[in-house]
């Protein structure tokens, strides 16, 4: 059975005139032990009914009441079972009721004696009771109710609460209407009985509650002080564990806004990377709170270029590295210069203003504020070790100005500044990854050194190394094998030469030593030089036919003819090398735009894997392996290309559609834009001083 109806409720509505108080949990205990000590001390038999929540709290008054039990029988407890409480009848009348009954909820004590009468109803009130290290400070919940000495007031408390007890167990009935007819129906001469005592312990009791009700309170405000306190803590320490689970510098902004932005109650939150110097600042992080009905919508600043230069607000915490907080962006001067003005100053004190002076900052401010509806503001510097990282703005948008208070703001900072340390730890962490890719790369570049250089050097070394030793052994050796001897030892040491050119020209490229002349060039002049550079080292019917299409009225290129002829000439020598003297290699040029143009190097040889194209630019890249492969060369050819395109500003790509379909190597050279006045200098006669062994070649085929 449950009755859900409150027996404070029931009071109230007979009697009126009566007035709750609000009293603590520790002062009911202490009034509760008042008046059970008042039972004790004395020589009556009252009627004494307590009603305790739960069984728990029952427990620790259950010798208490066996003590009262033995001066009255007339002695009920009432509480929700939890584990052994029931009804029963073997000390004093015991009833339980259901934990959804109202009683639950009520905390309940009334003597009824001879002389006296005390009555305690009270309702616990439903609010939010603060937690301590995450247990509940049981001292400080609240209840509403009477505590009264009026008998009147008593005798109606015992009657409903006995009507109840009748309800729940009505084989006390008997018992019940004893209680009543000796307890409540005599209340005349009961009245009669009362001492100026009586007052003058009613006061005294008054003075004692009062004094526990203010210690109580100041009690409860410094646990709600304290756990305030740690609820700032635990934010920190939230935000910070979250911002540092993350190494990706976007992914610990947005943590931190999102977080941020949740806890502090602001209307928006934004944070954004920049330095002192930046000009401008693009919003890429924002929290941004839902209005209520009838409330305007914000205005997202998200994906917003944000002015710094001439925002005097982010210049002077810029400059300070400390937070700077607009409490009303409305009257602030920094903002709205010409306010002094409208208060009643004169002219002259508003132009020395300094902070008046260049209207065009605070025109910028006052845009921003009226564009985002911005009425309090603060701006908070990410930083790390004196450098400012970015910047946590927080801004209050609603009709009346906010006041930050100095905790607030203190723990803002403390977050800003674990923001500044994980975004350091981030970016310290990707340079870390960026130099093991580097050393990782290094080490391969060392392996594959030593194993090209090994077999490139040792091979041509054991060939002149055999042929001299044979010549200088046998004197009678016939001039025919004499002169085999000689062109083998020459072709392996111009192998020799050509691999330790390379090496050389790689290192001036990567090193930046290399002084680009860039001028005026004919391409299908620089074109046809390297053409003849392959038809001079490559035997007719060891390479495959090169073929041109390329028209004559090309545009001039601006490069420089010495390293582009080498460009085209290493291209043209990787596509003959890797295709059969049957096959064919084509060298054709098209316009890209009216600022570049696009040379195709495309050969029908070996081809290359898609999933390879992109590796085969990087320094000693062979796809056959080191040792393995069926071609000579020490993979720098192509790395070479792509550094030589690289110091003109151009692009160089390969394409393929896998083994044995071919490849095509593309690469843009940039336009000349202006015709020059004087003839532009010929590649060939530029090449032809770099290297004489073109004319040479020429003069040989």
Request: proline letters at 4%; hydrophobic letters at 35%.
């Given at each position: 059975m449950s009755i859900t109806t409150s027996v404070l409720a029931d009071l109230l509505q007979a009697m009126p005139q009566l007035r709750q108080q609000v009293y603590f949990k520790v002062s009911l205990t202490a009034l509760s032990h008042?008046?059970?000590?008042?039972?004790?001390?004395?020589?009556?038999?009252?009627?004494?009914?307590?009603?305790?929540?739960?069984?728990?709290?029952?427990?620790?008054?259950?010798?208490?009441?066996?003590?009262?039990?033995?001066?009255?029988?007339?002695?009920?407890?009432?509480?929700?079972?939890?584990?052994?409480?029931?009804?029963?009848?073997?000390?004093?009348?015991?009833?339980?009721?259901?934990r959804a009954d109202a009683l639950s909820q009520e905390w309940h004590l009334v003597v009824i004696g001879r002389n006296y009468a005390n009555c305690l109803v009270c309702r616990e009130k439903s609010t939010t009771v603060p937690k301590l290290i995450d247990q509940e400070i049981d001292s400080s919940r609240r209840f509403e109710g009477i505590w009264t000495f009026d008998r009147d007031v008593s005798n109606l408390a015992a009657k409903i609460l006995l009507d109840r007890i009748e309800v729940y167990r009505p084989e006390l009935a008997g018992k019940i209407a004893e209680a009543k007819s000796q307890y409540l129906e005599d209340s005349v001469a009961a009245d009669s009985g009362l001492t100026q005592n009586s007052a003058n312990s009613d006061a005294f009791v008054q003075r004692l509650a009062t004094y526990l009700q203010a210690g109580q309170y100041k009690?409860?405000?410094?646990?709600?002080?304290?756990?305030?306190?740690?609820?700032?803590?635990?934010?920190?320490?939230?935000?910070?564990?979250?911002?540092?689970?993350?190494?990706?510098?976007?992914?610990?902004?947005?943590?931190?806004?999102?977080?941020?932005?949740?806890?502090?109650?602001?209307?928006?939150?934004?944070?954004?990377?920049?330095?002192?110097?930046d000009a401008t600042a693009v919003i890429s992080h924002e929290f941004l709170r839902s209005r209520g009905k009838g409330e305007k919508s914000l205005v997202p600043t998200l994906g917003q270029t944000w002015p710094l230069q001439d925002n005097c607000l982010f210049q002077e915490v810029a400059k300070r590295l400390e937070p700077i907080y607009v409490e009303d962006a409305q009257k602030d001067l920094r903002i709205n210069p010409t306010k002094e003005l409208a208060d009643g100053n004169s002219e002259n004190t508003v132009l020395n203003n300094p902070l008046v002076k260049g209207n065009s900052p605070s025109t910028?401010?006052?845009?921003?504020?009226?564009?985002?509806?911005?009425?309090?503001?603060l701006k908070v510097p990410v930083i790390y070790q004196e450098q400012l990282l970015g910047m946590l703005d927080l801004h209050h948008c609603g009709s009346k100005p906010y006041h930050w208070e100095k905790d607030e703001l203190a723990m803002v900072k403390a977050i800003a500044t674990q923001v500044g340390v994980a975004l350091i730890q981030a970016e310290a962490y990707a340079n870390l990854e960026e130099l093991n890719q580097q050393l990782a790369a290094l080490d391969r570049t060392r392996s594959n050194l030593v194993a090209i250089t090994g077999h490139e050097l040792r091979t041509p070394l054991s060939t002149i190394q055999v042929c001299l030793e044979s010549m200088a052994t046998e004197p009678d050796m016939s001039p025919e094998l004499r002169q085999v001897m000689l062109d083998t030892a020459l072709a392996d040491s111009e192998r020799m030469r050509k691999l330790v050119q390379d090496f050389l020209t790689l290192s001036r490229l990567e090193?930046?030593?290399?002084?680009?002349?860039?001028?005026?060039?004919?391409?299908?002049?620089?074109?046809?030089?390297?053409?003849?550079?392959?038809?001079?080292?490559?035997?007719?019917?060891?390479?495959?036919?090169?073929?041109?299409?390329?028209?004559?009225?090309?545009?001039?290129?601006?490069?420089?003819?010495?390293?582009?002829?080498?460009?085209?000439?290493?291209?043209?020598?990787?596509?003959?090398?890797?295709?059969?003297?049957?096959?064919?290699?084509?060298?054709?040029?098209?316009?890209?735009?009216?600022?570049?143009?696009?040379?195709?190097?495309?050969?029908?040889?070996?081809?290359?894997?898609?999933?390879?194209?992109?590796?085969?630019?990087?320094?000693?890249?062979?796809?056959?392996?080191?040792?393995?492969?069926?071609?000579?060369?020490?993979?720098?050819?192509?790395?070479?290309?792509?550094?030589?395109?690289?110091?003109?500003?151009?692009?160089?790509?390969?394409?393929?559609?896998?083994?044995?379909?071919?490849?095509q190597f593309h690469f843009t050279v940039p336009i000349v834009k202006?015709?020059?006045?004087?003839?532009?200098?010929?590649?060939?006669g530029q090449r032809v001083t770099k290297d004489k062994k073109y004319s040479k070649v020429k003069g040989k085929k």
């Amino acid at each position: 059975m449950s009755i859900t109806t409150s027996v404070l409720a029931d009071l109230l509505q007979a009697m009126p005139q009566l007035r709750q108080q609000v009293y603590f949990k520790v002062s009911l205990t202490a009034l509760s032990h008042a008046m059970e000590d008042q039972v004790l001390a004395g020589s009556d038999q009252p009627l004494v009914i307590a009603s305790f929540q739960r069984e728990h709290f029952y427990r620790t008054e259950a010798n208490r009441y066996r003590r009262i039990a033995e001066q009255t029988s007339q002695v009920y407890v009432l509480a929700a079972p939890e584990a052994e409480f029931k009804n029963s009848s073997e000390y004093y009348e015991t009833v339980a009721f259901e934990r959804a009954d109202a009683l639950s909820q009520e905390w309940h004590l009334v003597v009824i004696g001879r002389n006296y009468a005390n009555c305690l109803v009270c309702r616990e009130k439903s609010t939010t009771v603060p937690k301590l290290i995450d247990q509940e400070i049981d001292s400080s919940r609240r209840f509403e109710g009477i505590w009264t000495f009026d008998r009147d007031v008593s005798n109606l408390a015992a009657k409903i609460l006995l009507d109840r007890i009748e309800v729940y167990r009505p084989e006390l009935a008997g018992k019940i209407a004893e209680a009543k007819s000796q307890y409540l129906e005599d209340s005349v001469a009961a009245d009669s009985g009362l001492t100026q005592n009586s007052a003058n312990s009613d006061a005294f009791v008054q003075r004692l509650a009062t004094y526990l009700q203010a210690g109580q309170y100041k009690l409860l405000k410094a646990y709600r002080s304290l756990s305030t306190q740690e609820q700032k803590e635990r934010l920190v320490n939230s935000i910070t564990d979250a911002i540092r689970r993350s190494l990706d510098p976007e992914e610990i902004l947005e943590i931190a806004v999102q977080e941020l932005g949740q806890a502090i109650g602001a209307c928006r939150c934004v944070i954004y990377r920049c330095k002192a110097t930046d000009a401008t600042a693009v919003i890429s992080h924002e929290f941004l709170r839902s209005r209520g009905k009838g409330e305007k919508s914000l205005v997202p600043t998200l994906g917003q270029t944000w002015p710094l230069q001439d925002n005097c607000l982010f210049q002077e915490v810029a400059k300070r590295l400390e937070p700077i907080y607009v409490e009303d962006a409305q009257k602030d001067l920094r903002i709205n210069p010409t306010k002094e003005l409208a208060d009643g100053n004169s002219e002259n004190t508003v132009l020395n203003n300094p902070l008046v002076k260049g209207n065009s900052p605070s025109t910028t401010l006052k845009n921003l504020v009226k564009k985002f509806s911005i009425r309090s503001w603060l701006k908070v510097p990410v930083i790390y070790q004196e450098q400012l990282l970015g910047m946590l703005d927080l801004h209050h948008c609603g009709s009346k100005p906010y006041h930050w208070e100095k905790d607030e703001l203190a723990m803002v900072k403390a977050i800003a500044t674990q923001v500044g340390v994980a975004l350091i730890q981030a970016e310290a962490y990707a340079n870390l990854e960026e130099l093991n890719q580097q050393l990782a790369a290094l080490d391969r570049t060392r392996s594959n050194l030593v194993a090209i250089t090994g077999h490139e050097l040792r091979t041509p070394l054991s060939t002149i190394q055999v042929c001299l030793e044979s010549m200088a052994t046998e004197p009678d050796m016939s001039p025919e094998l004499r002169q085999v001897m000689l062109d083998t030892a020459l072709a392996d040491s111009e192998r020799m030469r050509k691999l330790v050119q390379d090496f050389l020209t790689l290192s001036r490229l990567e090193s930046g030593r290399v002084e680009w002349n860039l001028e005026p060039l004919s391409l299908k002049e620089c074109i046809y030089l390297a053409m003849s550079h392959i038809c001079a080292h490559r035997l007719e019917e060891e390479r495959p036919k090169i073929t041109t299409k390329v028209s004559d009225n090309l545009p001039l290129v601006q490069a420089d003819g010495e390293w582009l002829v080498e460009a085209l000439a290493k291209l043209l020598d990787n596509a003959c090398k890797f295709t059969d003297p049957q096959g064919q290699v084509m060298i054709e040029t098209k316009s890209q735009d009216d600022s570049m143009l696009e040379v195709i190097v495309s050969d029908t040889g070996r081809g290359i894997e898609p999933n390879r194209l992109n590796d085969i630019f990087e320094r000693f890249y062979q796809e056959e392996g080191a040792l393995r492969r069926t071609t000579g060369g020490t993979g720098l050819g192509l790395a070479i290309c792509r550094l030589i395109v690289k110091g003109w500003g151009g692009e160089i790509w390969a394409d393929s559609t896998g083994k044995d379909q071919g490849s095509q190597f593309h690469f843009t050279v940039p336009i000349v834009k202006t015709l020059p006045e004087s003839k532009p200098s010929t590649a060939k006669g530029q090449r032809v001083t770099k290297d004489k062994k073109y004319s040479k070649v020429k003069g040989k085929k």
